[in-house]
DNA sequence: ACGAACCGTGTAAAGGTTTACAGTGTTCGA
DNA sequence: TCGAACACTGTAAACCTTTACACGGTTCGT
């Protein structure tokens, strides 16, 4: 009753008294073969538990239906819900999701290559935006495998790309601090060699060039993201003693961690300040005050992102080898009008 | 220069001058074969760039150094931190990681068993707390494919598990409340049918008992663990008039449902109220007040699954079907002594 | 000096599919 | 009635490894 092995396709095909190619015909493109036998076949199948060795395929058809991707750190707030995003548009069309941790390692990187090389991988998806390290340096591998980047595009490398129009999005944010009628409006989050923050940095200043607002350059910090550098970058302005009426935070976490500052400084938020962030992480709701915020289209880009990667991988032309959605303001408690 | 087609391992053989066969094992199996001509092999690796089909080995070999994970949330939180951690293990010992997102779906689970069915995973880590749906009902699979519980244990099936100490650690946790001179103690997130809610409750229980302490059964909630569940808990008790000095939290997320609400009815958060977590979520140090909780040790749970499953894989008898590591109290602000 | 043990290598089978090509039988038009 | 077109089906090659087995050559103990 319990059978050892698995069943092949040659147990189906005697079971049901055809040849094994009549199986994976009746399998794969039903419509080729006479009624009486597919039943004759499905029938088989049910009886011997049978499913197809996705090896013994992909060794044959050269390709796995397993997509990799490479991401600098699984527990980015912003990463899950791309990931649903992708899993969902993946698993729709038959696909697989290997997921690889690179923590910015650069051997780490390299390693997971090998899935690619060695097949068991048919495409990429880039978290990191940058090749991972041992592609594309050498002219040998002149030819990339199929791959899309998303939520951080590559730079100078032509790689298509999905997410959220970064330059369109802060300034959507800076604007909506102006019209509350913040005129000192801070930058916490400058860094200009990351392509993200860079973008939104530039929104920030045709946002506030466009209102006629002379820009304060001590309003604009450095910060690298993450919730501490939030924190530091508001202590900063106080030592500096050029405070701004609002701050515009280069991301959520960033935001928390000017908030944490503020409120340990006993400030009232957002009487005295008002915050802004960019994301919309899970967690922005629940900070106090809540916080105001972009709200990045997470879902949507990872579906996107696959859809144009399996398109690739199809050898299709796509509609177009970037996709920049749209962010939506997100109207909370932590953005109010200036003082006074 | 650029190659068509990859290289296999006839090409290197060519190249080499021996056969296939040797080249084989001048990969695998080093000792084997003489110095000169490993040599040779090894050369003609490099000058071809051949990198092993991973599909070929598999149906060779009949394993996939695959891992099927399946998880009903991968944006939870307690999720990413493990999953480092599986996959810092897997990739240690060469072994890749597929990810399968079942959001609670039974349809889902069932999907994702054909990656085991078709001999693409290997093994299974389950964080869904019960096995996939499929899977071992049917007398006729009663071979269940080689798998450990990790976070939350399958009940009642005997599936090796990792995990934390609940009732231990919510014993620690509900007396390290107790030292600080609270008596009245609520308890929120009861859910009995759930394995975890149900372990840190006794350990709650336990804890109250042994300090003598009598159980207002008003004081204890039910909730399923989402901050959403910890903010109506904490209105229910102001609704039903019955008010601890301290909530003990069956996890972060509640608990910050909890101070959420307390934070909104305007009460001096930890003079009034101490609020206690479980879990140590990444962000249980932003809000405020940043919250006292117990810290499980995500990255060794992750590694010490993926270990227990893989010692399983090679047929060995791994030393206990059951890891239990302790949980770790973590001090910060929630928590201070009852007013009064 | 002879057999045993051993080392290094090659031959060939096996792993389970997909699919080009060939073959058989039926239908249909002229 | 005959050939062509057609609808199904089968044969066998190809995909790329790993490894049992066989084989030839050395070494070594007696």
Redo the contacts with the bound molecule.
Sequence with gaps: MLQQ??A???DVAAMAG?????V??A??EPT???D??RRKVTDAIARTG?T??AM??S????RSNMILILAPDVGDPNFSNILVGLETEASKRGYGLLIGNTQNDPSRETDYLRFISSNQADGLILFTGHLPFGLGQSPADARLPPMVAVNEPVLGEDIPFVGVDNFEGARVAAEHLISQGHRRIAFVGRAPNREINRLREDGYRAALGGAGINIDPRLIIDGDGTTESGRAAAELMFVRDALPTAFLCVNDATAMGVIIALNARRYDLPRQFSVMGFDDISFASFITPSLTTMKQPRHRMGEAAMELLLTLLAGEKPGSREVLLRAELILRNSVTRPPG
């Design positions: 092995k698995l092949t396709i040659e055809v040849s094994i190619a009549t994976s015909r399998i794969n080729k073969v006479a009486a036998t049978y197809t060795n013994a395929r060794l044959r058809m050269r």
